[in-house]
């Protein structure tokens, strides 16, 4: 496919030598070779002179002059996707696969699958996107989005999502917020866990350093039952579950089962254990920093009311995933019950089933990953949605800056955001492993990135020291997923 320029060239019988020399990602980072057009200026000293001044000159080197300022890195109508690639990249203890989508001119998009979840959902759209232009992400996402799920199985095409975005940004110059619309703000607040200490001063010397170095204004904290394991008279049918196990999925244990199913209940004795460790956290931070909290354990929505009537005095946030987001019944149940905001939407696939629990009234905030939710631009329809019907919206998240920046664009571009989750303050190499033109975060707000796309470029050297031990492939090539095809259409 010739570009409009291509084809006044070939008009005037002219060839253009740059359009043939676009090297591969690979080899410079997305970038062309050295213009032929500049060389030619270099080698005949006459690059300051006017176009008047060649006027005894070949047709060849008039046009060579009068483009020499023309943007050729992208022509948007004659891009096309021509491969992807991956590189599964250490997030402190979690894989985070981040894919490349490179195109015919040279420049590239990054994105990333969902913290934990495997490349191979995103790999498996290869096929059916090669050839298409980056930059209709709607029309490639509707093709793609019956290839997701609920959690982790959300994370190829949200990857895919974002990588267009950034794509879509690179070749109009602009960044991605500004395709979603404009932005509402210069910084995101972000919020981040209360961190665990070895002992009370240790603990509070670690609150302090969240709140007055680093300048978090927004804290979680987790008070789940497993902090009850082994005390006598806190919880009934924990002799039979190990309450202690939530992050396992084996079939019949504990952590595999769905909370209304355990049938664990918290007693008097529990309740006090729970909230002493809330009263604690208050006590350091005060009333002033919003609190949420998470992770409580598995239990069914009745034990759910309970523990939301006994923290009620300690004026938390919200009360996050008290149980599965699909019992949008159980939810509304909750949420009348109780006064503590409820939360939840981090393993929700699209907006449909946002829809049920915002029009239901089932939580008070919906909370999407956008690295689930469908990417960039359904986020914000979420987003939308929720806040014309008076629901606000915080946003998960655990990955890499990839993934995070694409969050930022997005809870820039929504109004009724407030806050994104920072879960890798901790991780010393995280703000490293990226190269931005602005810091990303500063004293607790990210920055709103101006440069084209999602403002990031990976930083080579680093993200190499930080692949999976068990999968040191760095955006090799893949032509195994090259012809991976079926009959995917839905209807007959």
Request: proline share 4%; aromatic share 10%; glycine share 8%.
């Given at each position: 496919?010739?570009?409009?320029?291509q084809k006044?060239?070939?008009?005037?019988?002219v060839k253009?030598p740059?359009?043939d020399?676009?090297i591969?990602p690979?080899?410079?980072?997305?970038?062309?070779?050295e213009?032929g057009?500049?060389e030619?200026f270099?080698?005949?000293?006459l690059?300051g002179?006017?176009l008047?001044?060649?006027?005894?000159?070949?047709m060849?080197d008039t046009?060579?002059?009068?483009t020499?300022?023309?943007?050729?890195?992208?022509?948007?109508?004659?891009?096309?996707?021509?491969?992807?690639?991956?590189a599964?990249?250490m997030?402190?203890?979690?894989?985070?696969?981040v894919?490349?989508?490179?195109?015919?001119?040279?420049?590239?998009g990054?994105g990333?699958?969902?913290?934990g979840?495997?490349w191979?959902?995103a790999?498996?759209?290869k096929s059916?996107?090669?050839?298409m232009?980056?930059?209709n992400v709607e029309m490639?996402f509707?093709?793609i989005?019956q290839?997701g799920?609920h959690g982790?199985?959300?994370?190829?095409?949200?990857?895919?999502?974002?990588?267009l975005w950034d794509?879509a940004?690179?070749?109009?110059?602009v960044?991605?917020?500004?395709?979603?619309?404009?932005?509402?703000?210069d910084?995101?607040?972000?919020y981040?866990d209360t961190p665990e200490?070895?002992n009370?001063?240790?603990?509070v010397?670690r609150?302090?350093?969240r709140?007055?170095?680093e300048?978090?204004?927004f804290?979680?904290m987790?008070?789940g039952?497993e902090?009850l394991k082994g005390?006598?008279?806190?919880t009934?049918?924990s002799?039979f579950?190990?309450?202690?196990r939530?992050?396992?999925?084996?079939?019949?244990?504990?952590?595999?089962t769905?909370?209304?199913?355990t049938q664990?209940?918290?007693?008097?004795?529990?309740l006090?254990i729970?909230?002493?460790r809330?009263a604690?956290v208050?006590e350091?931070?005060g009333?002033?920093?919003?609190?949420?909290?998470?992770?409580?354990?598995?239990?069914d929505?009745n034990n759910?009311?309970?523990?939301?009537r006994a923290?009620?005095k300690y004026?938390?946030?919200?009360?996050?995933d008290?149980?599965?987001?699909?019992f949008?019944?159980?939810?509304r149940?909750i949420?009348?019950?109780?006064e503590?905001?409820?939360?939840?939407?981090?393993?929700i696939?699209?907006?449909?089933?946002f829809?049920?629990l915002i029009d239901t009234?089932?939580?008070d905030?919906v909370?999407?990953?956008?690295?689930?939710?469908?990417g960039l631009?359904?986020?914000k329809?979420?987003g939308?949605?929720?806040e014309?019907?008076?629901v606000a919206?915080?946003m998960h998240?655990?990955?890499?800056?990839?993934?995070f920046?694409a969050?930022v664009?997005?809870a820039a571009?929504?109004?009724n955001f407030m806050?994104?989750?920072?879960h890798?303050?901790?991780?010393d190499y995280w703000?490293?492993l990226?190269?931005t033109?602005?810091?990303?975060?500063?004293k607790?707000?990210?920055?709103?990135?101006?440069s084209p796309g999602?403002?990031?470029e990976?930083?080579?050297?680093?993200?190499k020291a930080?692949?999976d031990p068990e999968?040191?492939?760095?955006?090799?090539?893949?032509?195994?997923?090259?012809?991976?095809?079926?009959?995917?259409?839905?209807w007959?």
């Amino acid at each position: 496919m010739k570009t409009p320029s291509q084809k006044m060239l070939n008009k005037l019988g002219v060839k253009d030598p740059v359009r043939d020399e676009i090297i591969s990602p690979d080899e410079h980072q997305g970038q062309q070779k050295e213009n032929g057009r500049r060389e030619f200026f270099k080698k005949s000293a006459l690059g300051g002179m006017m176009l008047s001044g060649f006027m005894f000159s070949s047709m060849e080197d008039t046009i060579a002059q009068s483009t020499s300022k023309v943007n050729r890195n992208s022509s948007p109508s004659d891009l096309r996707i021509t491969d992807m690639r991956y590189a599964v990249v250490m997030n402190g203890y979690a894989r985070c696969p981040v894919i490349r989508i490179d195109t015919n001119q040279g420049i590239y998009g990054l994105g990333e699958v969902r913290d934990g979840a495997s490349w191979r959902y995103a790999m498996f759209l290869k096929s059916r996107i090669v050839g298409m232009n980056p930059c209709n992400v709607e029309m490639i996402f509707k093709r793609i989005k019956q290839f997701g799920f609920h959690g982790r199985q959300g994370g190829g095409v949200c990857g895919v999502e974002m990588a267009l975005w950034d794509l879509a940004g690179k070749a109009y110059n602009v960044p991605c917020y500004q395709l979603l619309g404009g932005k509402y703000r210069d910084k995101v607040r972000l919020y981040a866990d209360t961190p665990e200490g070895e002992n009370e001063a240790d603990f509070v010397a670690r609150i302090n350093r969240r709140l007055n170095e680093e300048g978090f204004t927004f804290m979680k904290m987790d008070f789940g039952i497993e902090l009850l394991k082994g005390i006598p008279g806190t919880t009934s049918n924990s002799n039979f579950w190990d309450i202690g196990r939530q992050w396992t999925n084996e079939p019949m244990t504990y952590g595999g089962t769905e909370h209304p199913f355990t049938q664990v209940q918290i007693t008097d004795k529990g309740l006090d254990i729970l909230t002493q460790r809330i009263a604690l956290v208050r006590e350091k931070m005060g009333y002033e920093i919003p609190l949420a909290s998470d992770h409580y354990g598995h239990f069914d929505h009745n034990n759910a009311i309970r523990l939301g009537r006994a923290v009620e005095k300690y004026r938390l946030a919200w009360l996050e995933d008290l149980i599965p987001w699909k019992f949008t019944d159980q939810w509304r149940q909750i949420t009348d019950a109780i006064e503590t905001p409820t939360l939840t939407g981090e393993d929700i696939y699209l907006k449909e089933e946002f829809i049920k629990l915002i029009d239901t009234h089932a939580v008070d905030i919906v909370h999407p990953d956008l690295a689930t939710s469908g990417g960039l631009l359904e986020t914000k329809k979420i987003g939308d949605y929720a806040e014309e019907r008076g629901v606000a919206m915080a946003m998960h998240f655990a990955g890499t800056p990839v993934s995070f920046m694409a969050n930022v664009h997005c809870a820039a571009a929504t109004q009724n955001f407030m806050a994104l989750e920072h879960h890798s303050v901790d991780v010393d190499y995280w703000m490293n492993l990226v190269k931005t033109k602005k810091p990303m975060v500063e004293k607790g707000f990210a920055i709103v990135p101006e440069s084209p796309g999602l403002g990031v470029e990976l930083n080579d050297e680093v993200v190499k020291a930080h692949l999976d031990p068990e999968n040191k492939n760095y955006f090799a090539p893949t032509p195994e997923w090259d012809k991976d095809r079926s009959w995917d259409r839905l209807w007959s």
